[in-house]
Every structure is written in structure tokens, then in C-alpha cells.
């Protein structure tokens, strides 16, 4: 007789398997790889941008908060004993006479200098994007004064002005007319400063527009013309549009450098005569390093990081609305 054993409970035909259930460390596995991921990332980033944000830090950042609490002291350079005045500095640069003019002057200049640039500047990179013979060294030349010293420049164009033995005066004399004493008698001398501005930087803004026009797709000029479209058509109703980051970007570039502009004021000018060529950055200099007034120059330099900074603002802010990006 043969014995019969009974199934353990459970292991009949009609019983499920039991569930599997993932044990705690295979569910453990998905964070400790996420987490060992991140902290690769975080690793290469510490290198990568460790040393830039170092050196952001030591020589932007950490001057920017010394010259705001310098902004808040009366000190002379040189001098041991600094005392604070709060808001004094500021309340005396708002309120002196000189400060009208200033503003006038930094306006004027940043004004003429970033819209003759962009307009001049585009009509160069039209120029120069057209099969000429010697193109290429055309652009070279017109690219070189943009990379020579600015204060090399200045002293350079102050010859060429002279109205006396001038190439300036030569050149005019030969049409009948006298030269303007560029000098002394305003506004002249900051017409001088700024043409030699424009001319400076005039082959660094049609170079970035050449760059913006040879990305304008061909078939849209060639549609263009086909349809009948006149070039000045086909220039303001497509290429200028395409152009619109390029114009953006210069003119964010274009009004921060005019607004910083020293070398060129300090080589021809020196700010002279009477003040008729002081913009803020001249007057900041002026201030801290000839008056020695470290802490009224610093709040003329916190006024200025101000202005840039609300300029850019209101640049990113409201005309990047109307920038078509393709």
C-alpha cells in the first residue's frame, strides 16, 4: 500500500506564487546612483568653474563691496584716518554744480558713440559683404584700430588735429576752409574724442554685423528679388529683422563700453577744456587719483555701477521683447 504525502499548504495547482518583493538594498540602488551622479557633476563643476568664480570673486565682487563702503567714508589716499559720513559723499555729488554737466556730457558722448557706431558700422558690413576685389584685406584694415592701444590712438589723432600743422587742417585748407580749434573752443573737442571713438570701434561693430548678415539665408534675398523687391526693400523688411539679435547685442555692448570710456578722454583731452569733455568714468579718475578723493571717487563709482547695471536692465528687460530670434 503506498502512503500518500500531503502538499504543504500552499503548493497546490490552484495557489498563487508568493509575490517577489525587492529587497531593501536593490531599492536603494536608483537614489545611491542618482546621488553618486550628482556629486560626479558637482565634482566637475568645482572644477571647471571653481577657479573662474575664484577669480570673479577676488578681483570683481570683492572690490565692488570696497568701493561701496568706501562710497560711505571721508578718506584721502594716503591718509591713515578715514571717517564715515553715511550718504554724504552722495548727497555732495548730487548736489554740486559740476554734476549737471557731467551727466550732460556722459549723455551726449554715450549717445552719439553708440548710434553713429550702429548705424556706420552697418553700412560698412553692407559694404564689405559684397563680392569687391581685396575684400579680405579690407576687412583686416577695417578691423585693426579696434585691437591698437586706445591711448596710442588718442595721441595718433591728436597730430592729425593739430590746426596748425594738422593732416586735418591740410585737408580742409584744400576746400577753402579753415580749421576748427579743436582744443579749445567747445564743442569741437568732444566732436574730436568722438570721432576717434567711432573710428576706433568702428571695424569691431562691422564685424559682428558681417557675421549677422552672412547668416541671413541667401533664398530669402533671392524670393525677395524674384517678387520684385527693391534692395532697400529686401534691406528693411527681411535683413534688418534677421540682424535684430546682432543689433541687441551691440547695443548692450556698445553702450556699456561708451559709458566705461577713459583712454581716448585721458590721451586727447584730459577732460578740457573747462570740463567740456568730463563724463562720469573721466570724473571718477579725476576724483580718486589727481583730487585724492577715495571716498567721494568710490560713491561717483557706485553711481555709475547703478546706471550700467539699470541700463542693462532696461535693455534686457524691454527691447529683448522686440528681438526675433531665429
Known amino acids: 500500500m ?5 502538499p504543504p499548504p500552499g503548493a497546490g495547482p490552484s495557489a498563487a506564487p508568493p509575490a517577489s518583493r525587492p529587497s531593501r538594498r536593490a ?15 558637482l565634482g566637475w563643476f568645482a572644477l571647471l568653474a571653481g577657479p573662474n568664480v575664484a577669480l570673479l570673486a577676488l578681483f570683481v565682487y570683492k572690490p565692488l ?7 560711505t567714508m571721508q578718506w584721502n589716499l594716503g591718509s591713515p584716518v578715514a571717517r564715515f559720513v553715511g550718504l554724504g559723499n552722495y548727497v555732495e555729488w548730487f548736489t554740486a554744480d559740476s554734476t549737471a554737466r557731467v ?3 556722459t549723455a551726449v558722448f554715450t549717445l552719439t558713440t553708440v548710434g553713429g557706431a550702429l548705424v556706420l558700422g552697418l553700412a560698412l558690413a553692407l559694404l564689405l559683404d559684397r563680392r569687391l576685389p581685396g575684400r579680405g584685406l579690407a576687412r583686416t ?4 584700430p579696434y585691437v591698437l592701444s586706445g591711448y596710442a590712438v588718442g595721441i595718433l589723432w ?18 577753402g576752409a579753415t580749421s576748427p580749434q579743436w582744443y579749445t573752443a567747445e564743442p569741437w573737442p568732444l566732436v574730436m574724442v ?8 568702428l571695424g569691431y561693430v562691422a564685424l559682428i554685423y558681417l557675421a549677422g548678415l552672412q547668416a541671413v539665408p541667401q533664398d530669402l534675398r533671392d524670393a525677395a528679388a524674384l517678387d520684385g523687391a527693391t534692395p532697400a526693400r529686401t534691406l528693411r523688411s527681411i535683413v534688418l529683422p534677421l540682424l535684430a539679435p546682432t543689433t541687441f547685442f551691440l547695443l548692450v555692448t556698445m553702450l556699456l563700453a561708451s559709458l566705461q570710456s577713459f583712454d581716448i578722454i585721458r590721451s586727447m583731452t584730459q577732460g578740457g577744456p573747462l570740463g567740456s569733455t568730463t563724463t562720469l568714468m573721466y570724473q571718477i579718475y579725476v576724483e580718486g ?14 553711481i555709475l555701477f547703478l546706471l550700467l547695471l539699470a541700463v542693462t536692465a532696461v535693455q534686457l528687460r524691454f527691447v529683448e521683447r522686440k528681438v526675433h530670434y531665429a
Open 27 to 41: 531599492a536603494a540602488r536608483p537614489g545611491a546612483a542618482a546621488r553618486a551622479r550628482r556629486r560626479r557633476a
Open 158 to 175: 591728436l597730430f592729425i588735429f593739430d590746426p596748425r600743422y594738422g593732416l586735418m587742417s591740410t585737408v580742409l585748407g584744400w576746400f
Open 2 to 6: 503506498t502512503a500518500v504525502l500531503a
Open 194 to 201: 568722438v570721432v576717434v571713438y567711432l573710428w576706433k570701434h
Open 65 to 71: 563691496l570696497e568701493s561701496l563702503y568706501l562710497s
Open 103 to 105: 551727466l550732460t556730457t
Open 289 to 302: 587719483f589727481v583730487n585724492g578723493r577715495a571716498g567721494y571717487a568710490s560713491a561717483g563709482a557706485t
Open 141 to 144: 584694415v577695417a578691423f585693426a
